[in-house]
């Protein structure tokens, strides 16, 4: 059996049919919206002096993994805990405080 969906956007200013949802962000929170082509350009034009005015933001989000210390190989740690009569689940994360064991042994 074959379904057809229709999805139908609704201006969300003034409830017409909508031609376009508009995503845009402001004090680090992103926001979107559904517009009609008149109230997506008066939303441009609003914008313009501030976007013209602005610096381009990286389009990378939150923050950026830094892995600053070098980490022994989990499966050493493992079998190095497992020896020593640490319980270590044999997949995921290991305890810190079997990472700070291994260390002082080491």
Known sequence: MAQRVV???FDDIDGGEAAETVVFGLDGRSYEID????????LRSAL???????R?????????F?????SPDPAAVRAWA??????????????KR?????????
């Open 56 to 64: 381009k933001r990286s389009s990378r989000t939150g923050k950026a």
């Open 66 to 70: 830094t892995h600053t210390d070098l």
């Open 7 to 9: 999805v139908t956007l």
């Open 98 to 106: 079997v990472y700070e064991a291994f260390a002082e042994a080491n």
């Open 82 to 95: 497992r020896s020593n009569r640490f319980e270590v689940p044999p997949r995921g994360r290991i305890p």
């Open 35 to 42: 517009l009609n082509q008149a109230n997506a350009e008066k």
């Open 48 to 54: 313009a002096p501030y976007l013209e005015a602005g």
